[in-house]
């Protein structure tokens, strides 16, 4: 089983900054990619960004230069600095990590979600 807890989620002015934390737990043998997906309200889930084992990162053309991913491999945890906010960037933003257990099953598991605000 692996367990992702997230926070950093909250209320901000158009143009301010959050930062996204998920941390991974359980029985970890390797992560492979650890992405950022988001859903607003009404609309369909889509990815915001992804990282890599060898820490290539992807964004989606919306956040392209506002937002930066990045991981801390030693503890298992990916971040999500988001940064010149706009309002259609309020969404709840989900942690997802593809890897391998220590019993050697592949897992891809989800975050429970965090809201992020964005007020005009």
């Known amino acids: 089983q692996v367990q992702l807890v997230e926070s950093g989620g909250g209320l901000v002015q158009a143009g301010g900054s959050l930062r996204l934390s998920c941390a991974a737990s359980g029985s970890i043998f390797k992560i492979n990619a650890m992405n950022w997906y988001r859903q607003a309200p009404g609309k369909q889930r889509e990815l915001v960004a992804i990282?890599?084992?060898?820490?290539?990162?992807g964004y989606a053309d919306s956040v392209k230069g506002r937002f930066t991913i990045s991981r801390d491999n030693a503890k298992n945890t990916v971040y999500l600095q988001m940064n010149s906010l706009k309002p259609e960037d309020t969404a709840v933003y989900y942690c997802?990590?593809?890897?391998?257990?220590?019993?050697?099953?592949?897992?891809?598991?989800w975050g429970q979600g965090t809201q992020v605000t964005v007020s005009s």
């Open positions: 997802n990590v593809v890897g391998i257990t220590i019993a050697m099953i592949a897992f891809n598991s």
């Open positions: 990282i890599t084992s060898g820490g290539n990162t």
